[in-house]
């Protein structure tokens, strides 16, 4: 069974850097599509940035555009996102997500990706 586990949460100070990484275990082939997406209590999931198999970027949020940046390493099936310059809007519970064979019309949605991991907080103070 395919399971999705991130890493590299924390707490940070405005303007402050921090990388989370998902590694995905329970697969035999590497995921079609996968994305970071962010939910903040009582608002809906919001995409943050994704990215095909073969390494092409497939959006960004135009609040994170420019600040953060997604990555993947097939070898060690680990997904990636850098975040730079960050803010108390950033404020989150980050999961990244992961579809497997099928392709993605819609990527910023969430409804696209099959698999989920449970996710980091990362706190930005201000």
């Known amino acids: 069974q395919v399971q999705l586990v991130e890493s590299g949460g924390g707490s940070v100070q405005t303007g402050g850097s921090l990388r989370l990484s998902c590694t995905t275990s329970?697969?035999?082939?590497?995921?079609?599509?996968m994305a970071w997406f962010r939910q903040v209590p009582g608002k809906e999931r919001e995409g943050v940035a994704g990215i095909e198999n073969n390494g092409a970027i497939t959006f960004y949020s135009d609040s994170v555009q420019g600040r953060f940046t997604i990555s993947q390493d097939n070898a060690k099936n680990t997904l990636y996102l850098q975040m730079n310059s960050l803010k108390p809007e950033d404020t989150a519970l980050y999961s990244c997500?992961?579809?497997?064979?099928?392709?993605?019309?819609?990527?910023?949605?969430?409804?696209?990706?099959?698999?989920w991991g449970p996710g980091p907080q990362v706190p930005v103070s201000s």
């Open positions: 329970g697969n035999t082939y590497s995921a079609n599509y």
């Open positions: 997500a992961a579809a497997f064979g099928i392709a993605v019309l819609a990527p910023r949605r969430r409804l696209s990706y099959t698999y």
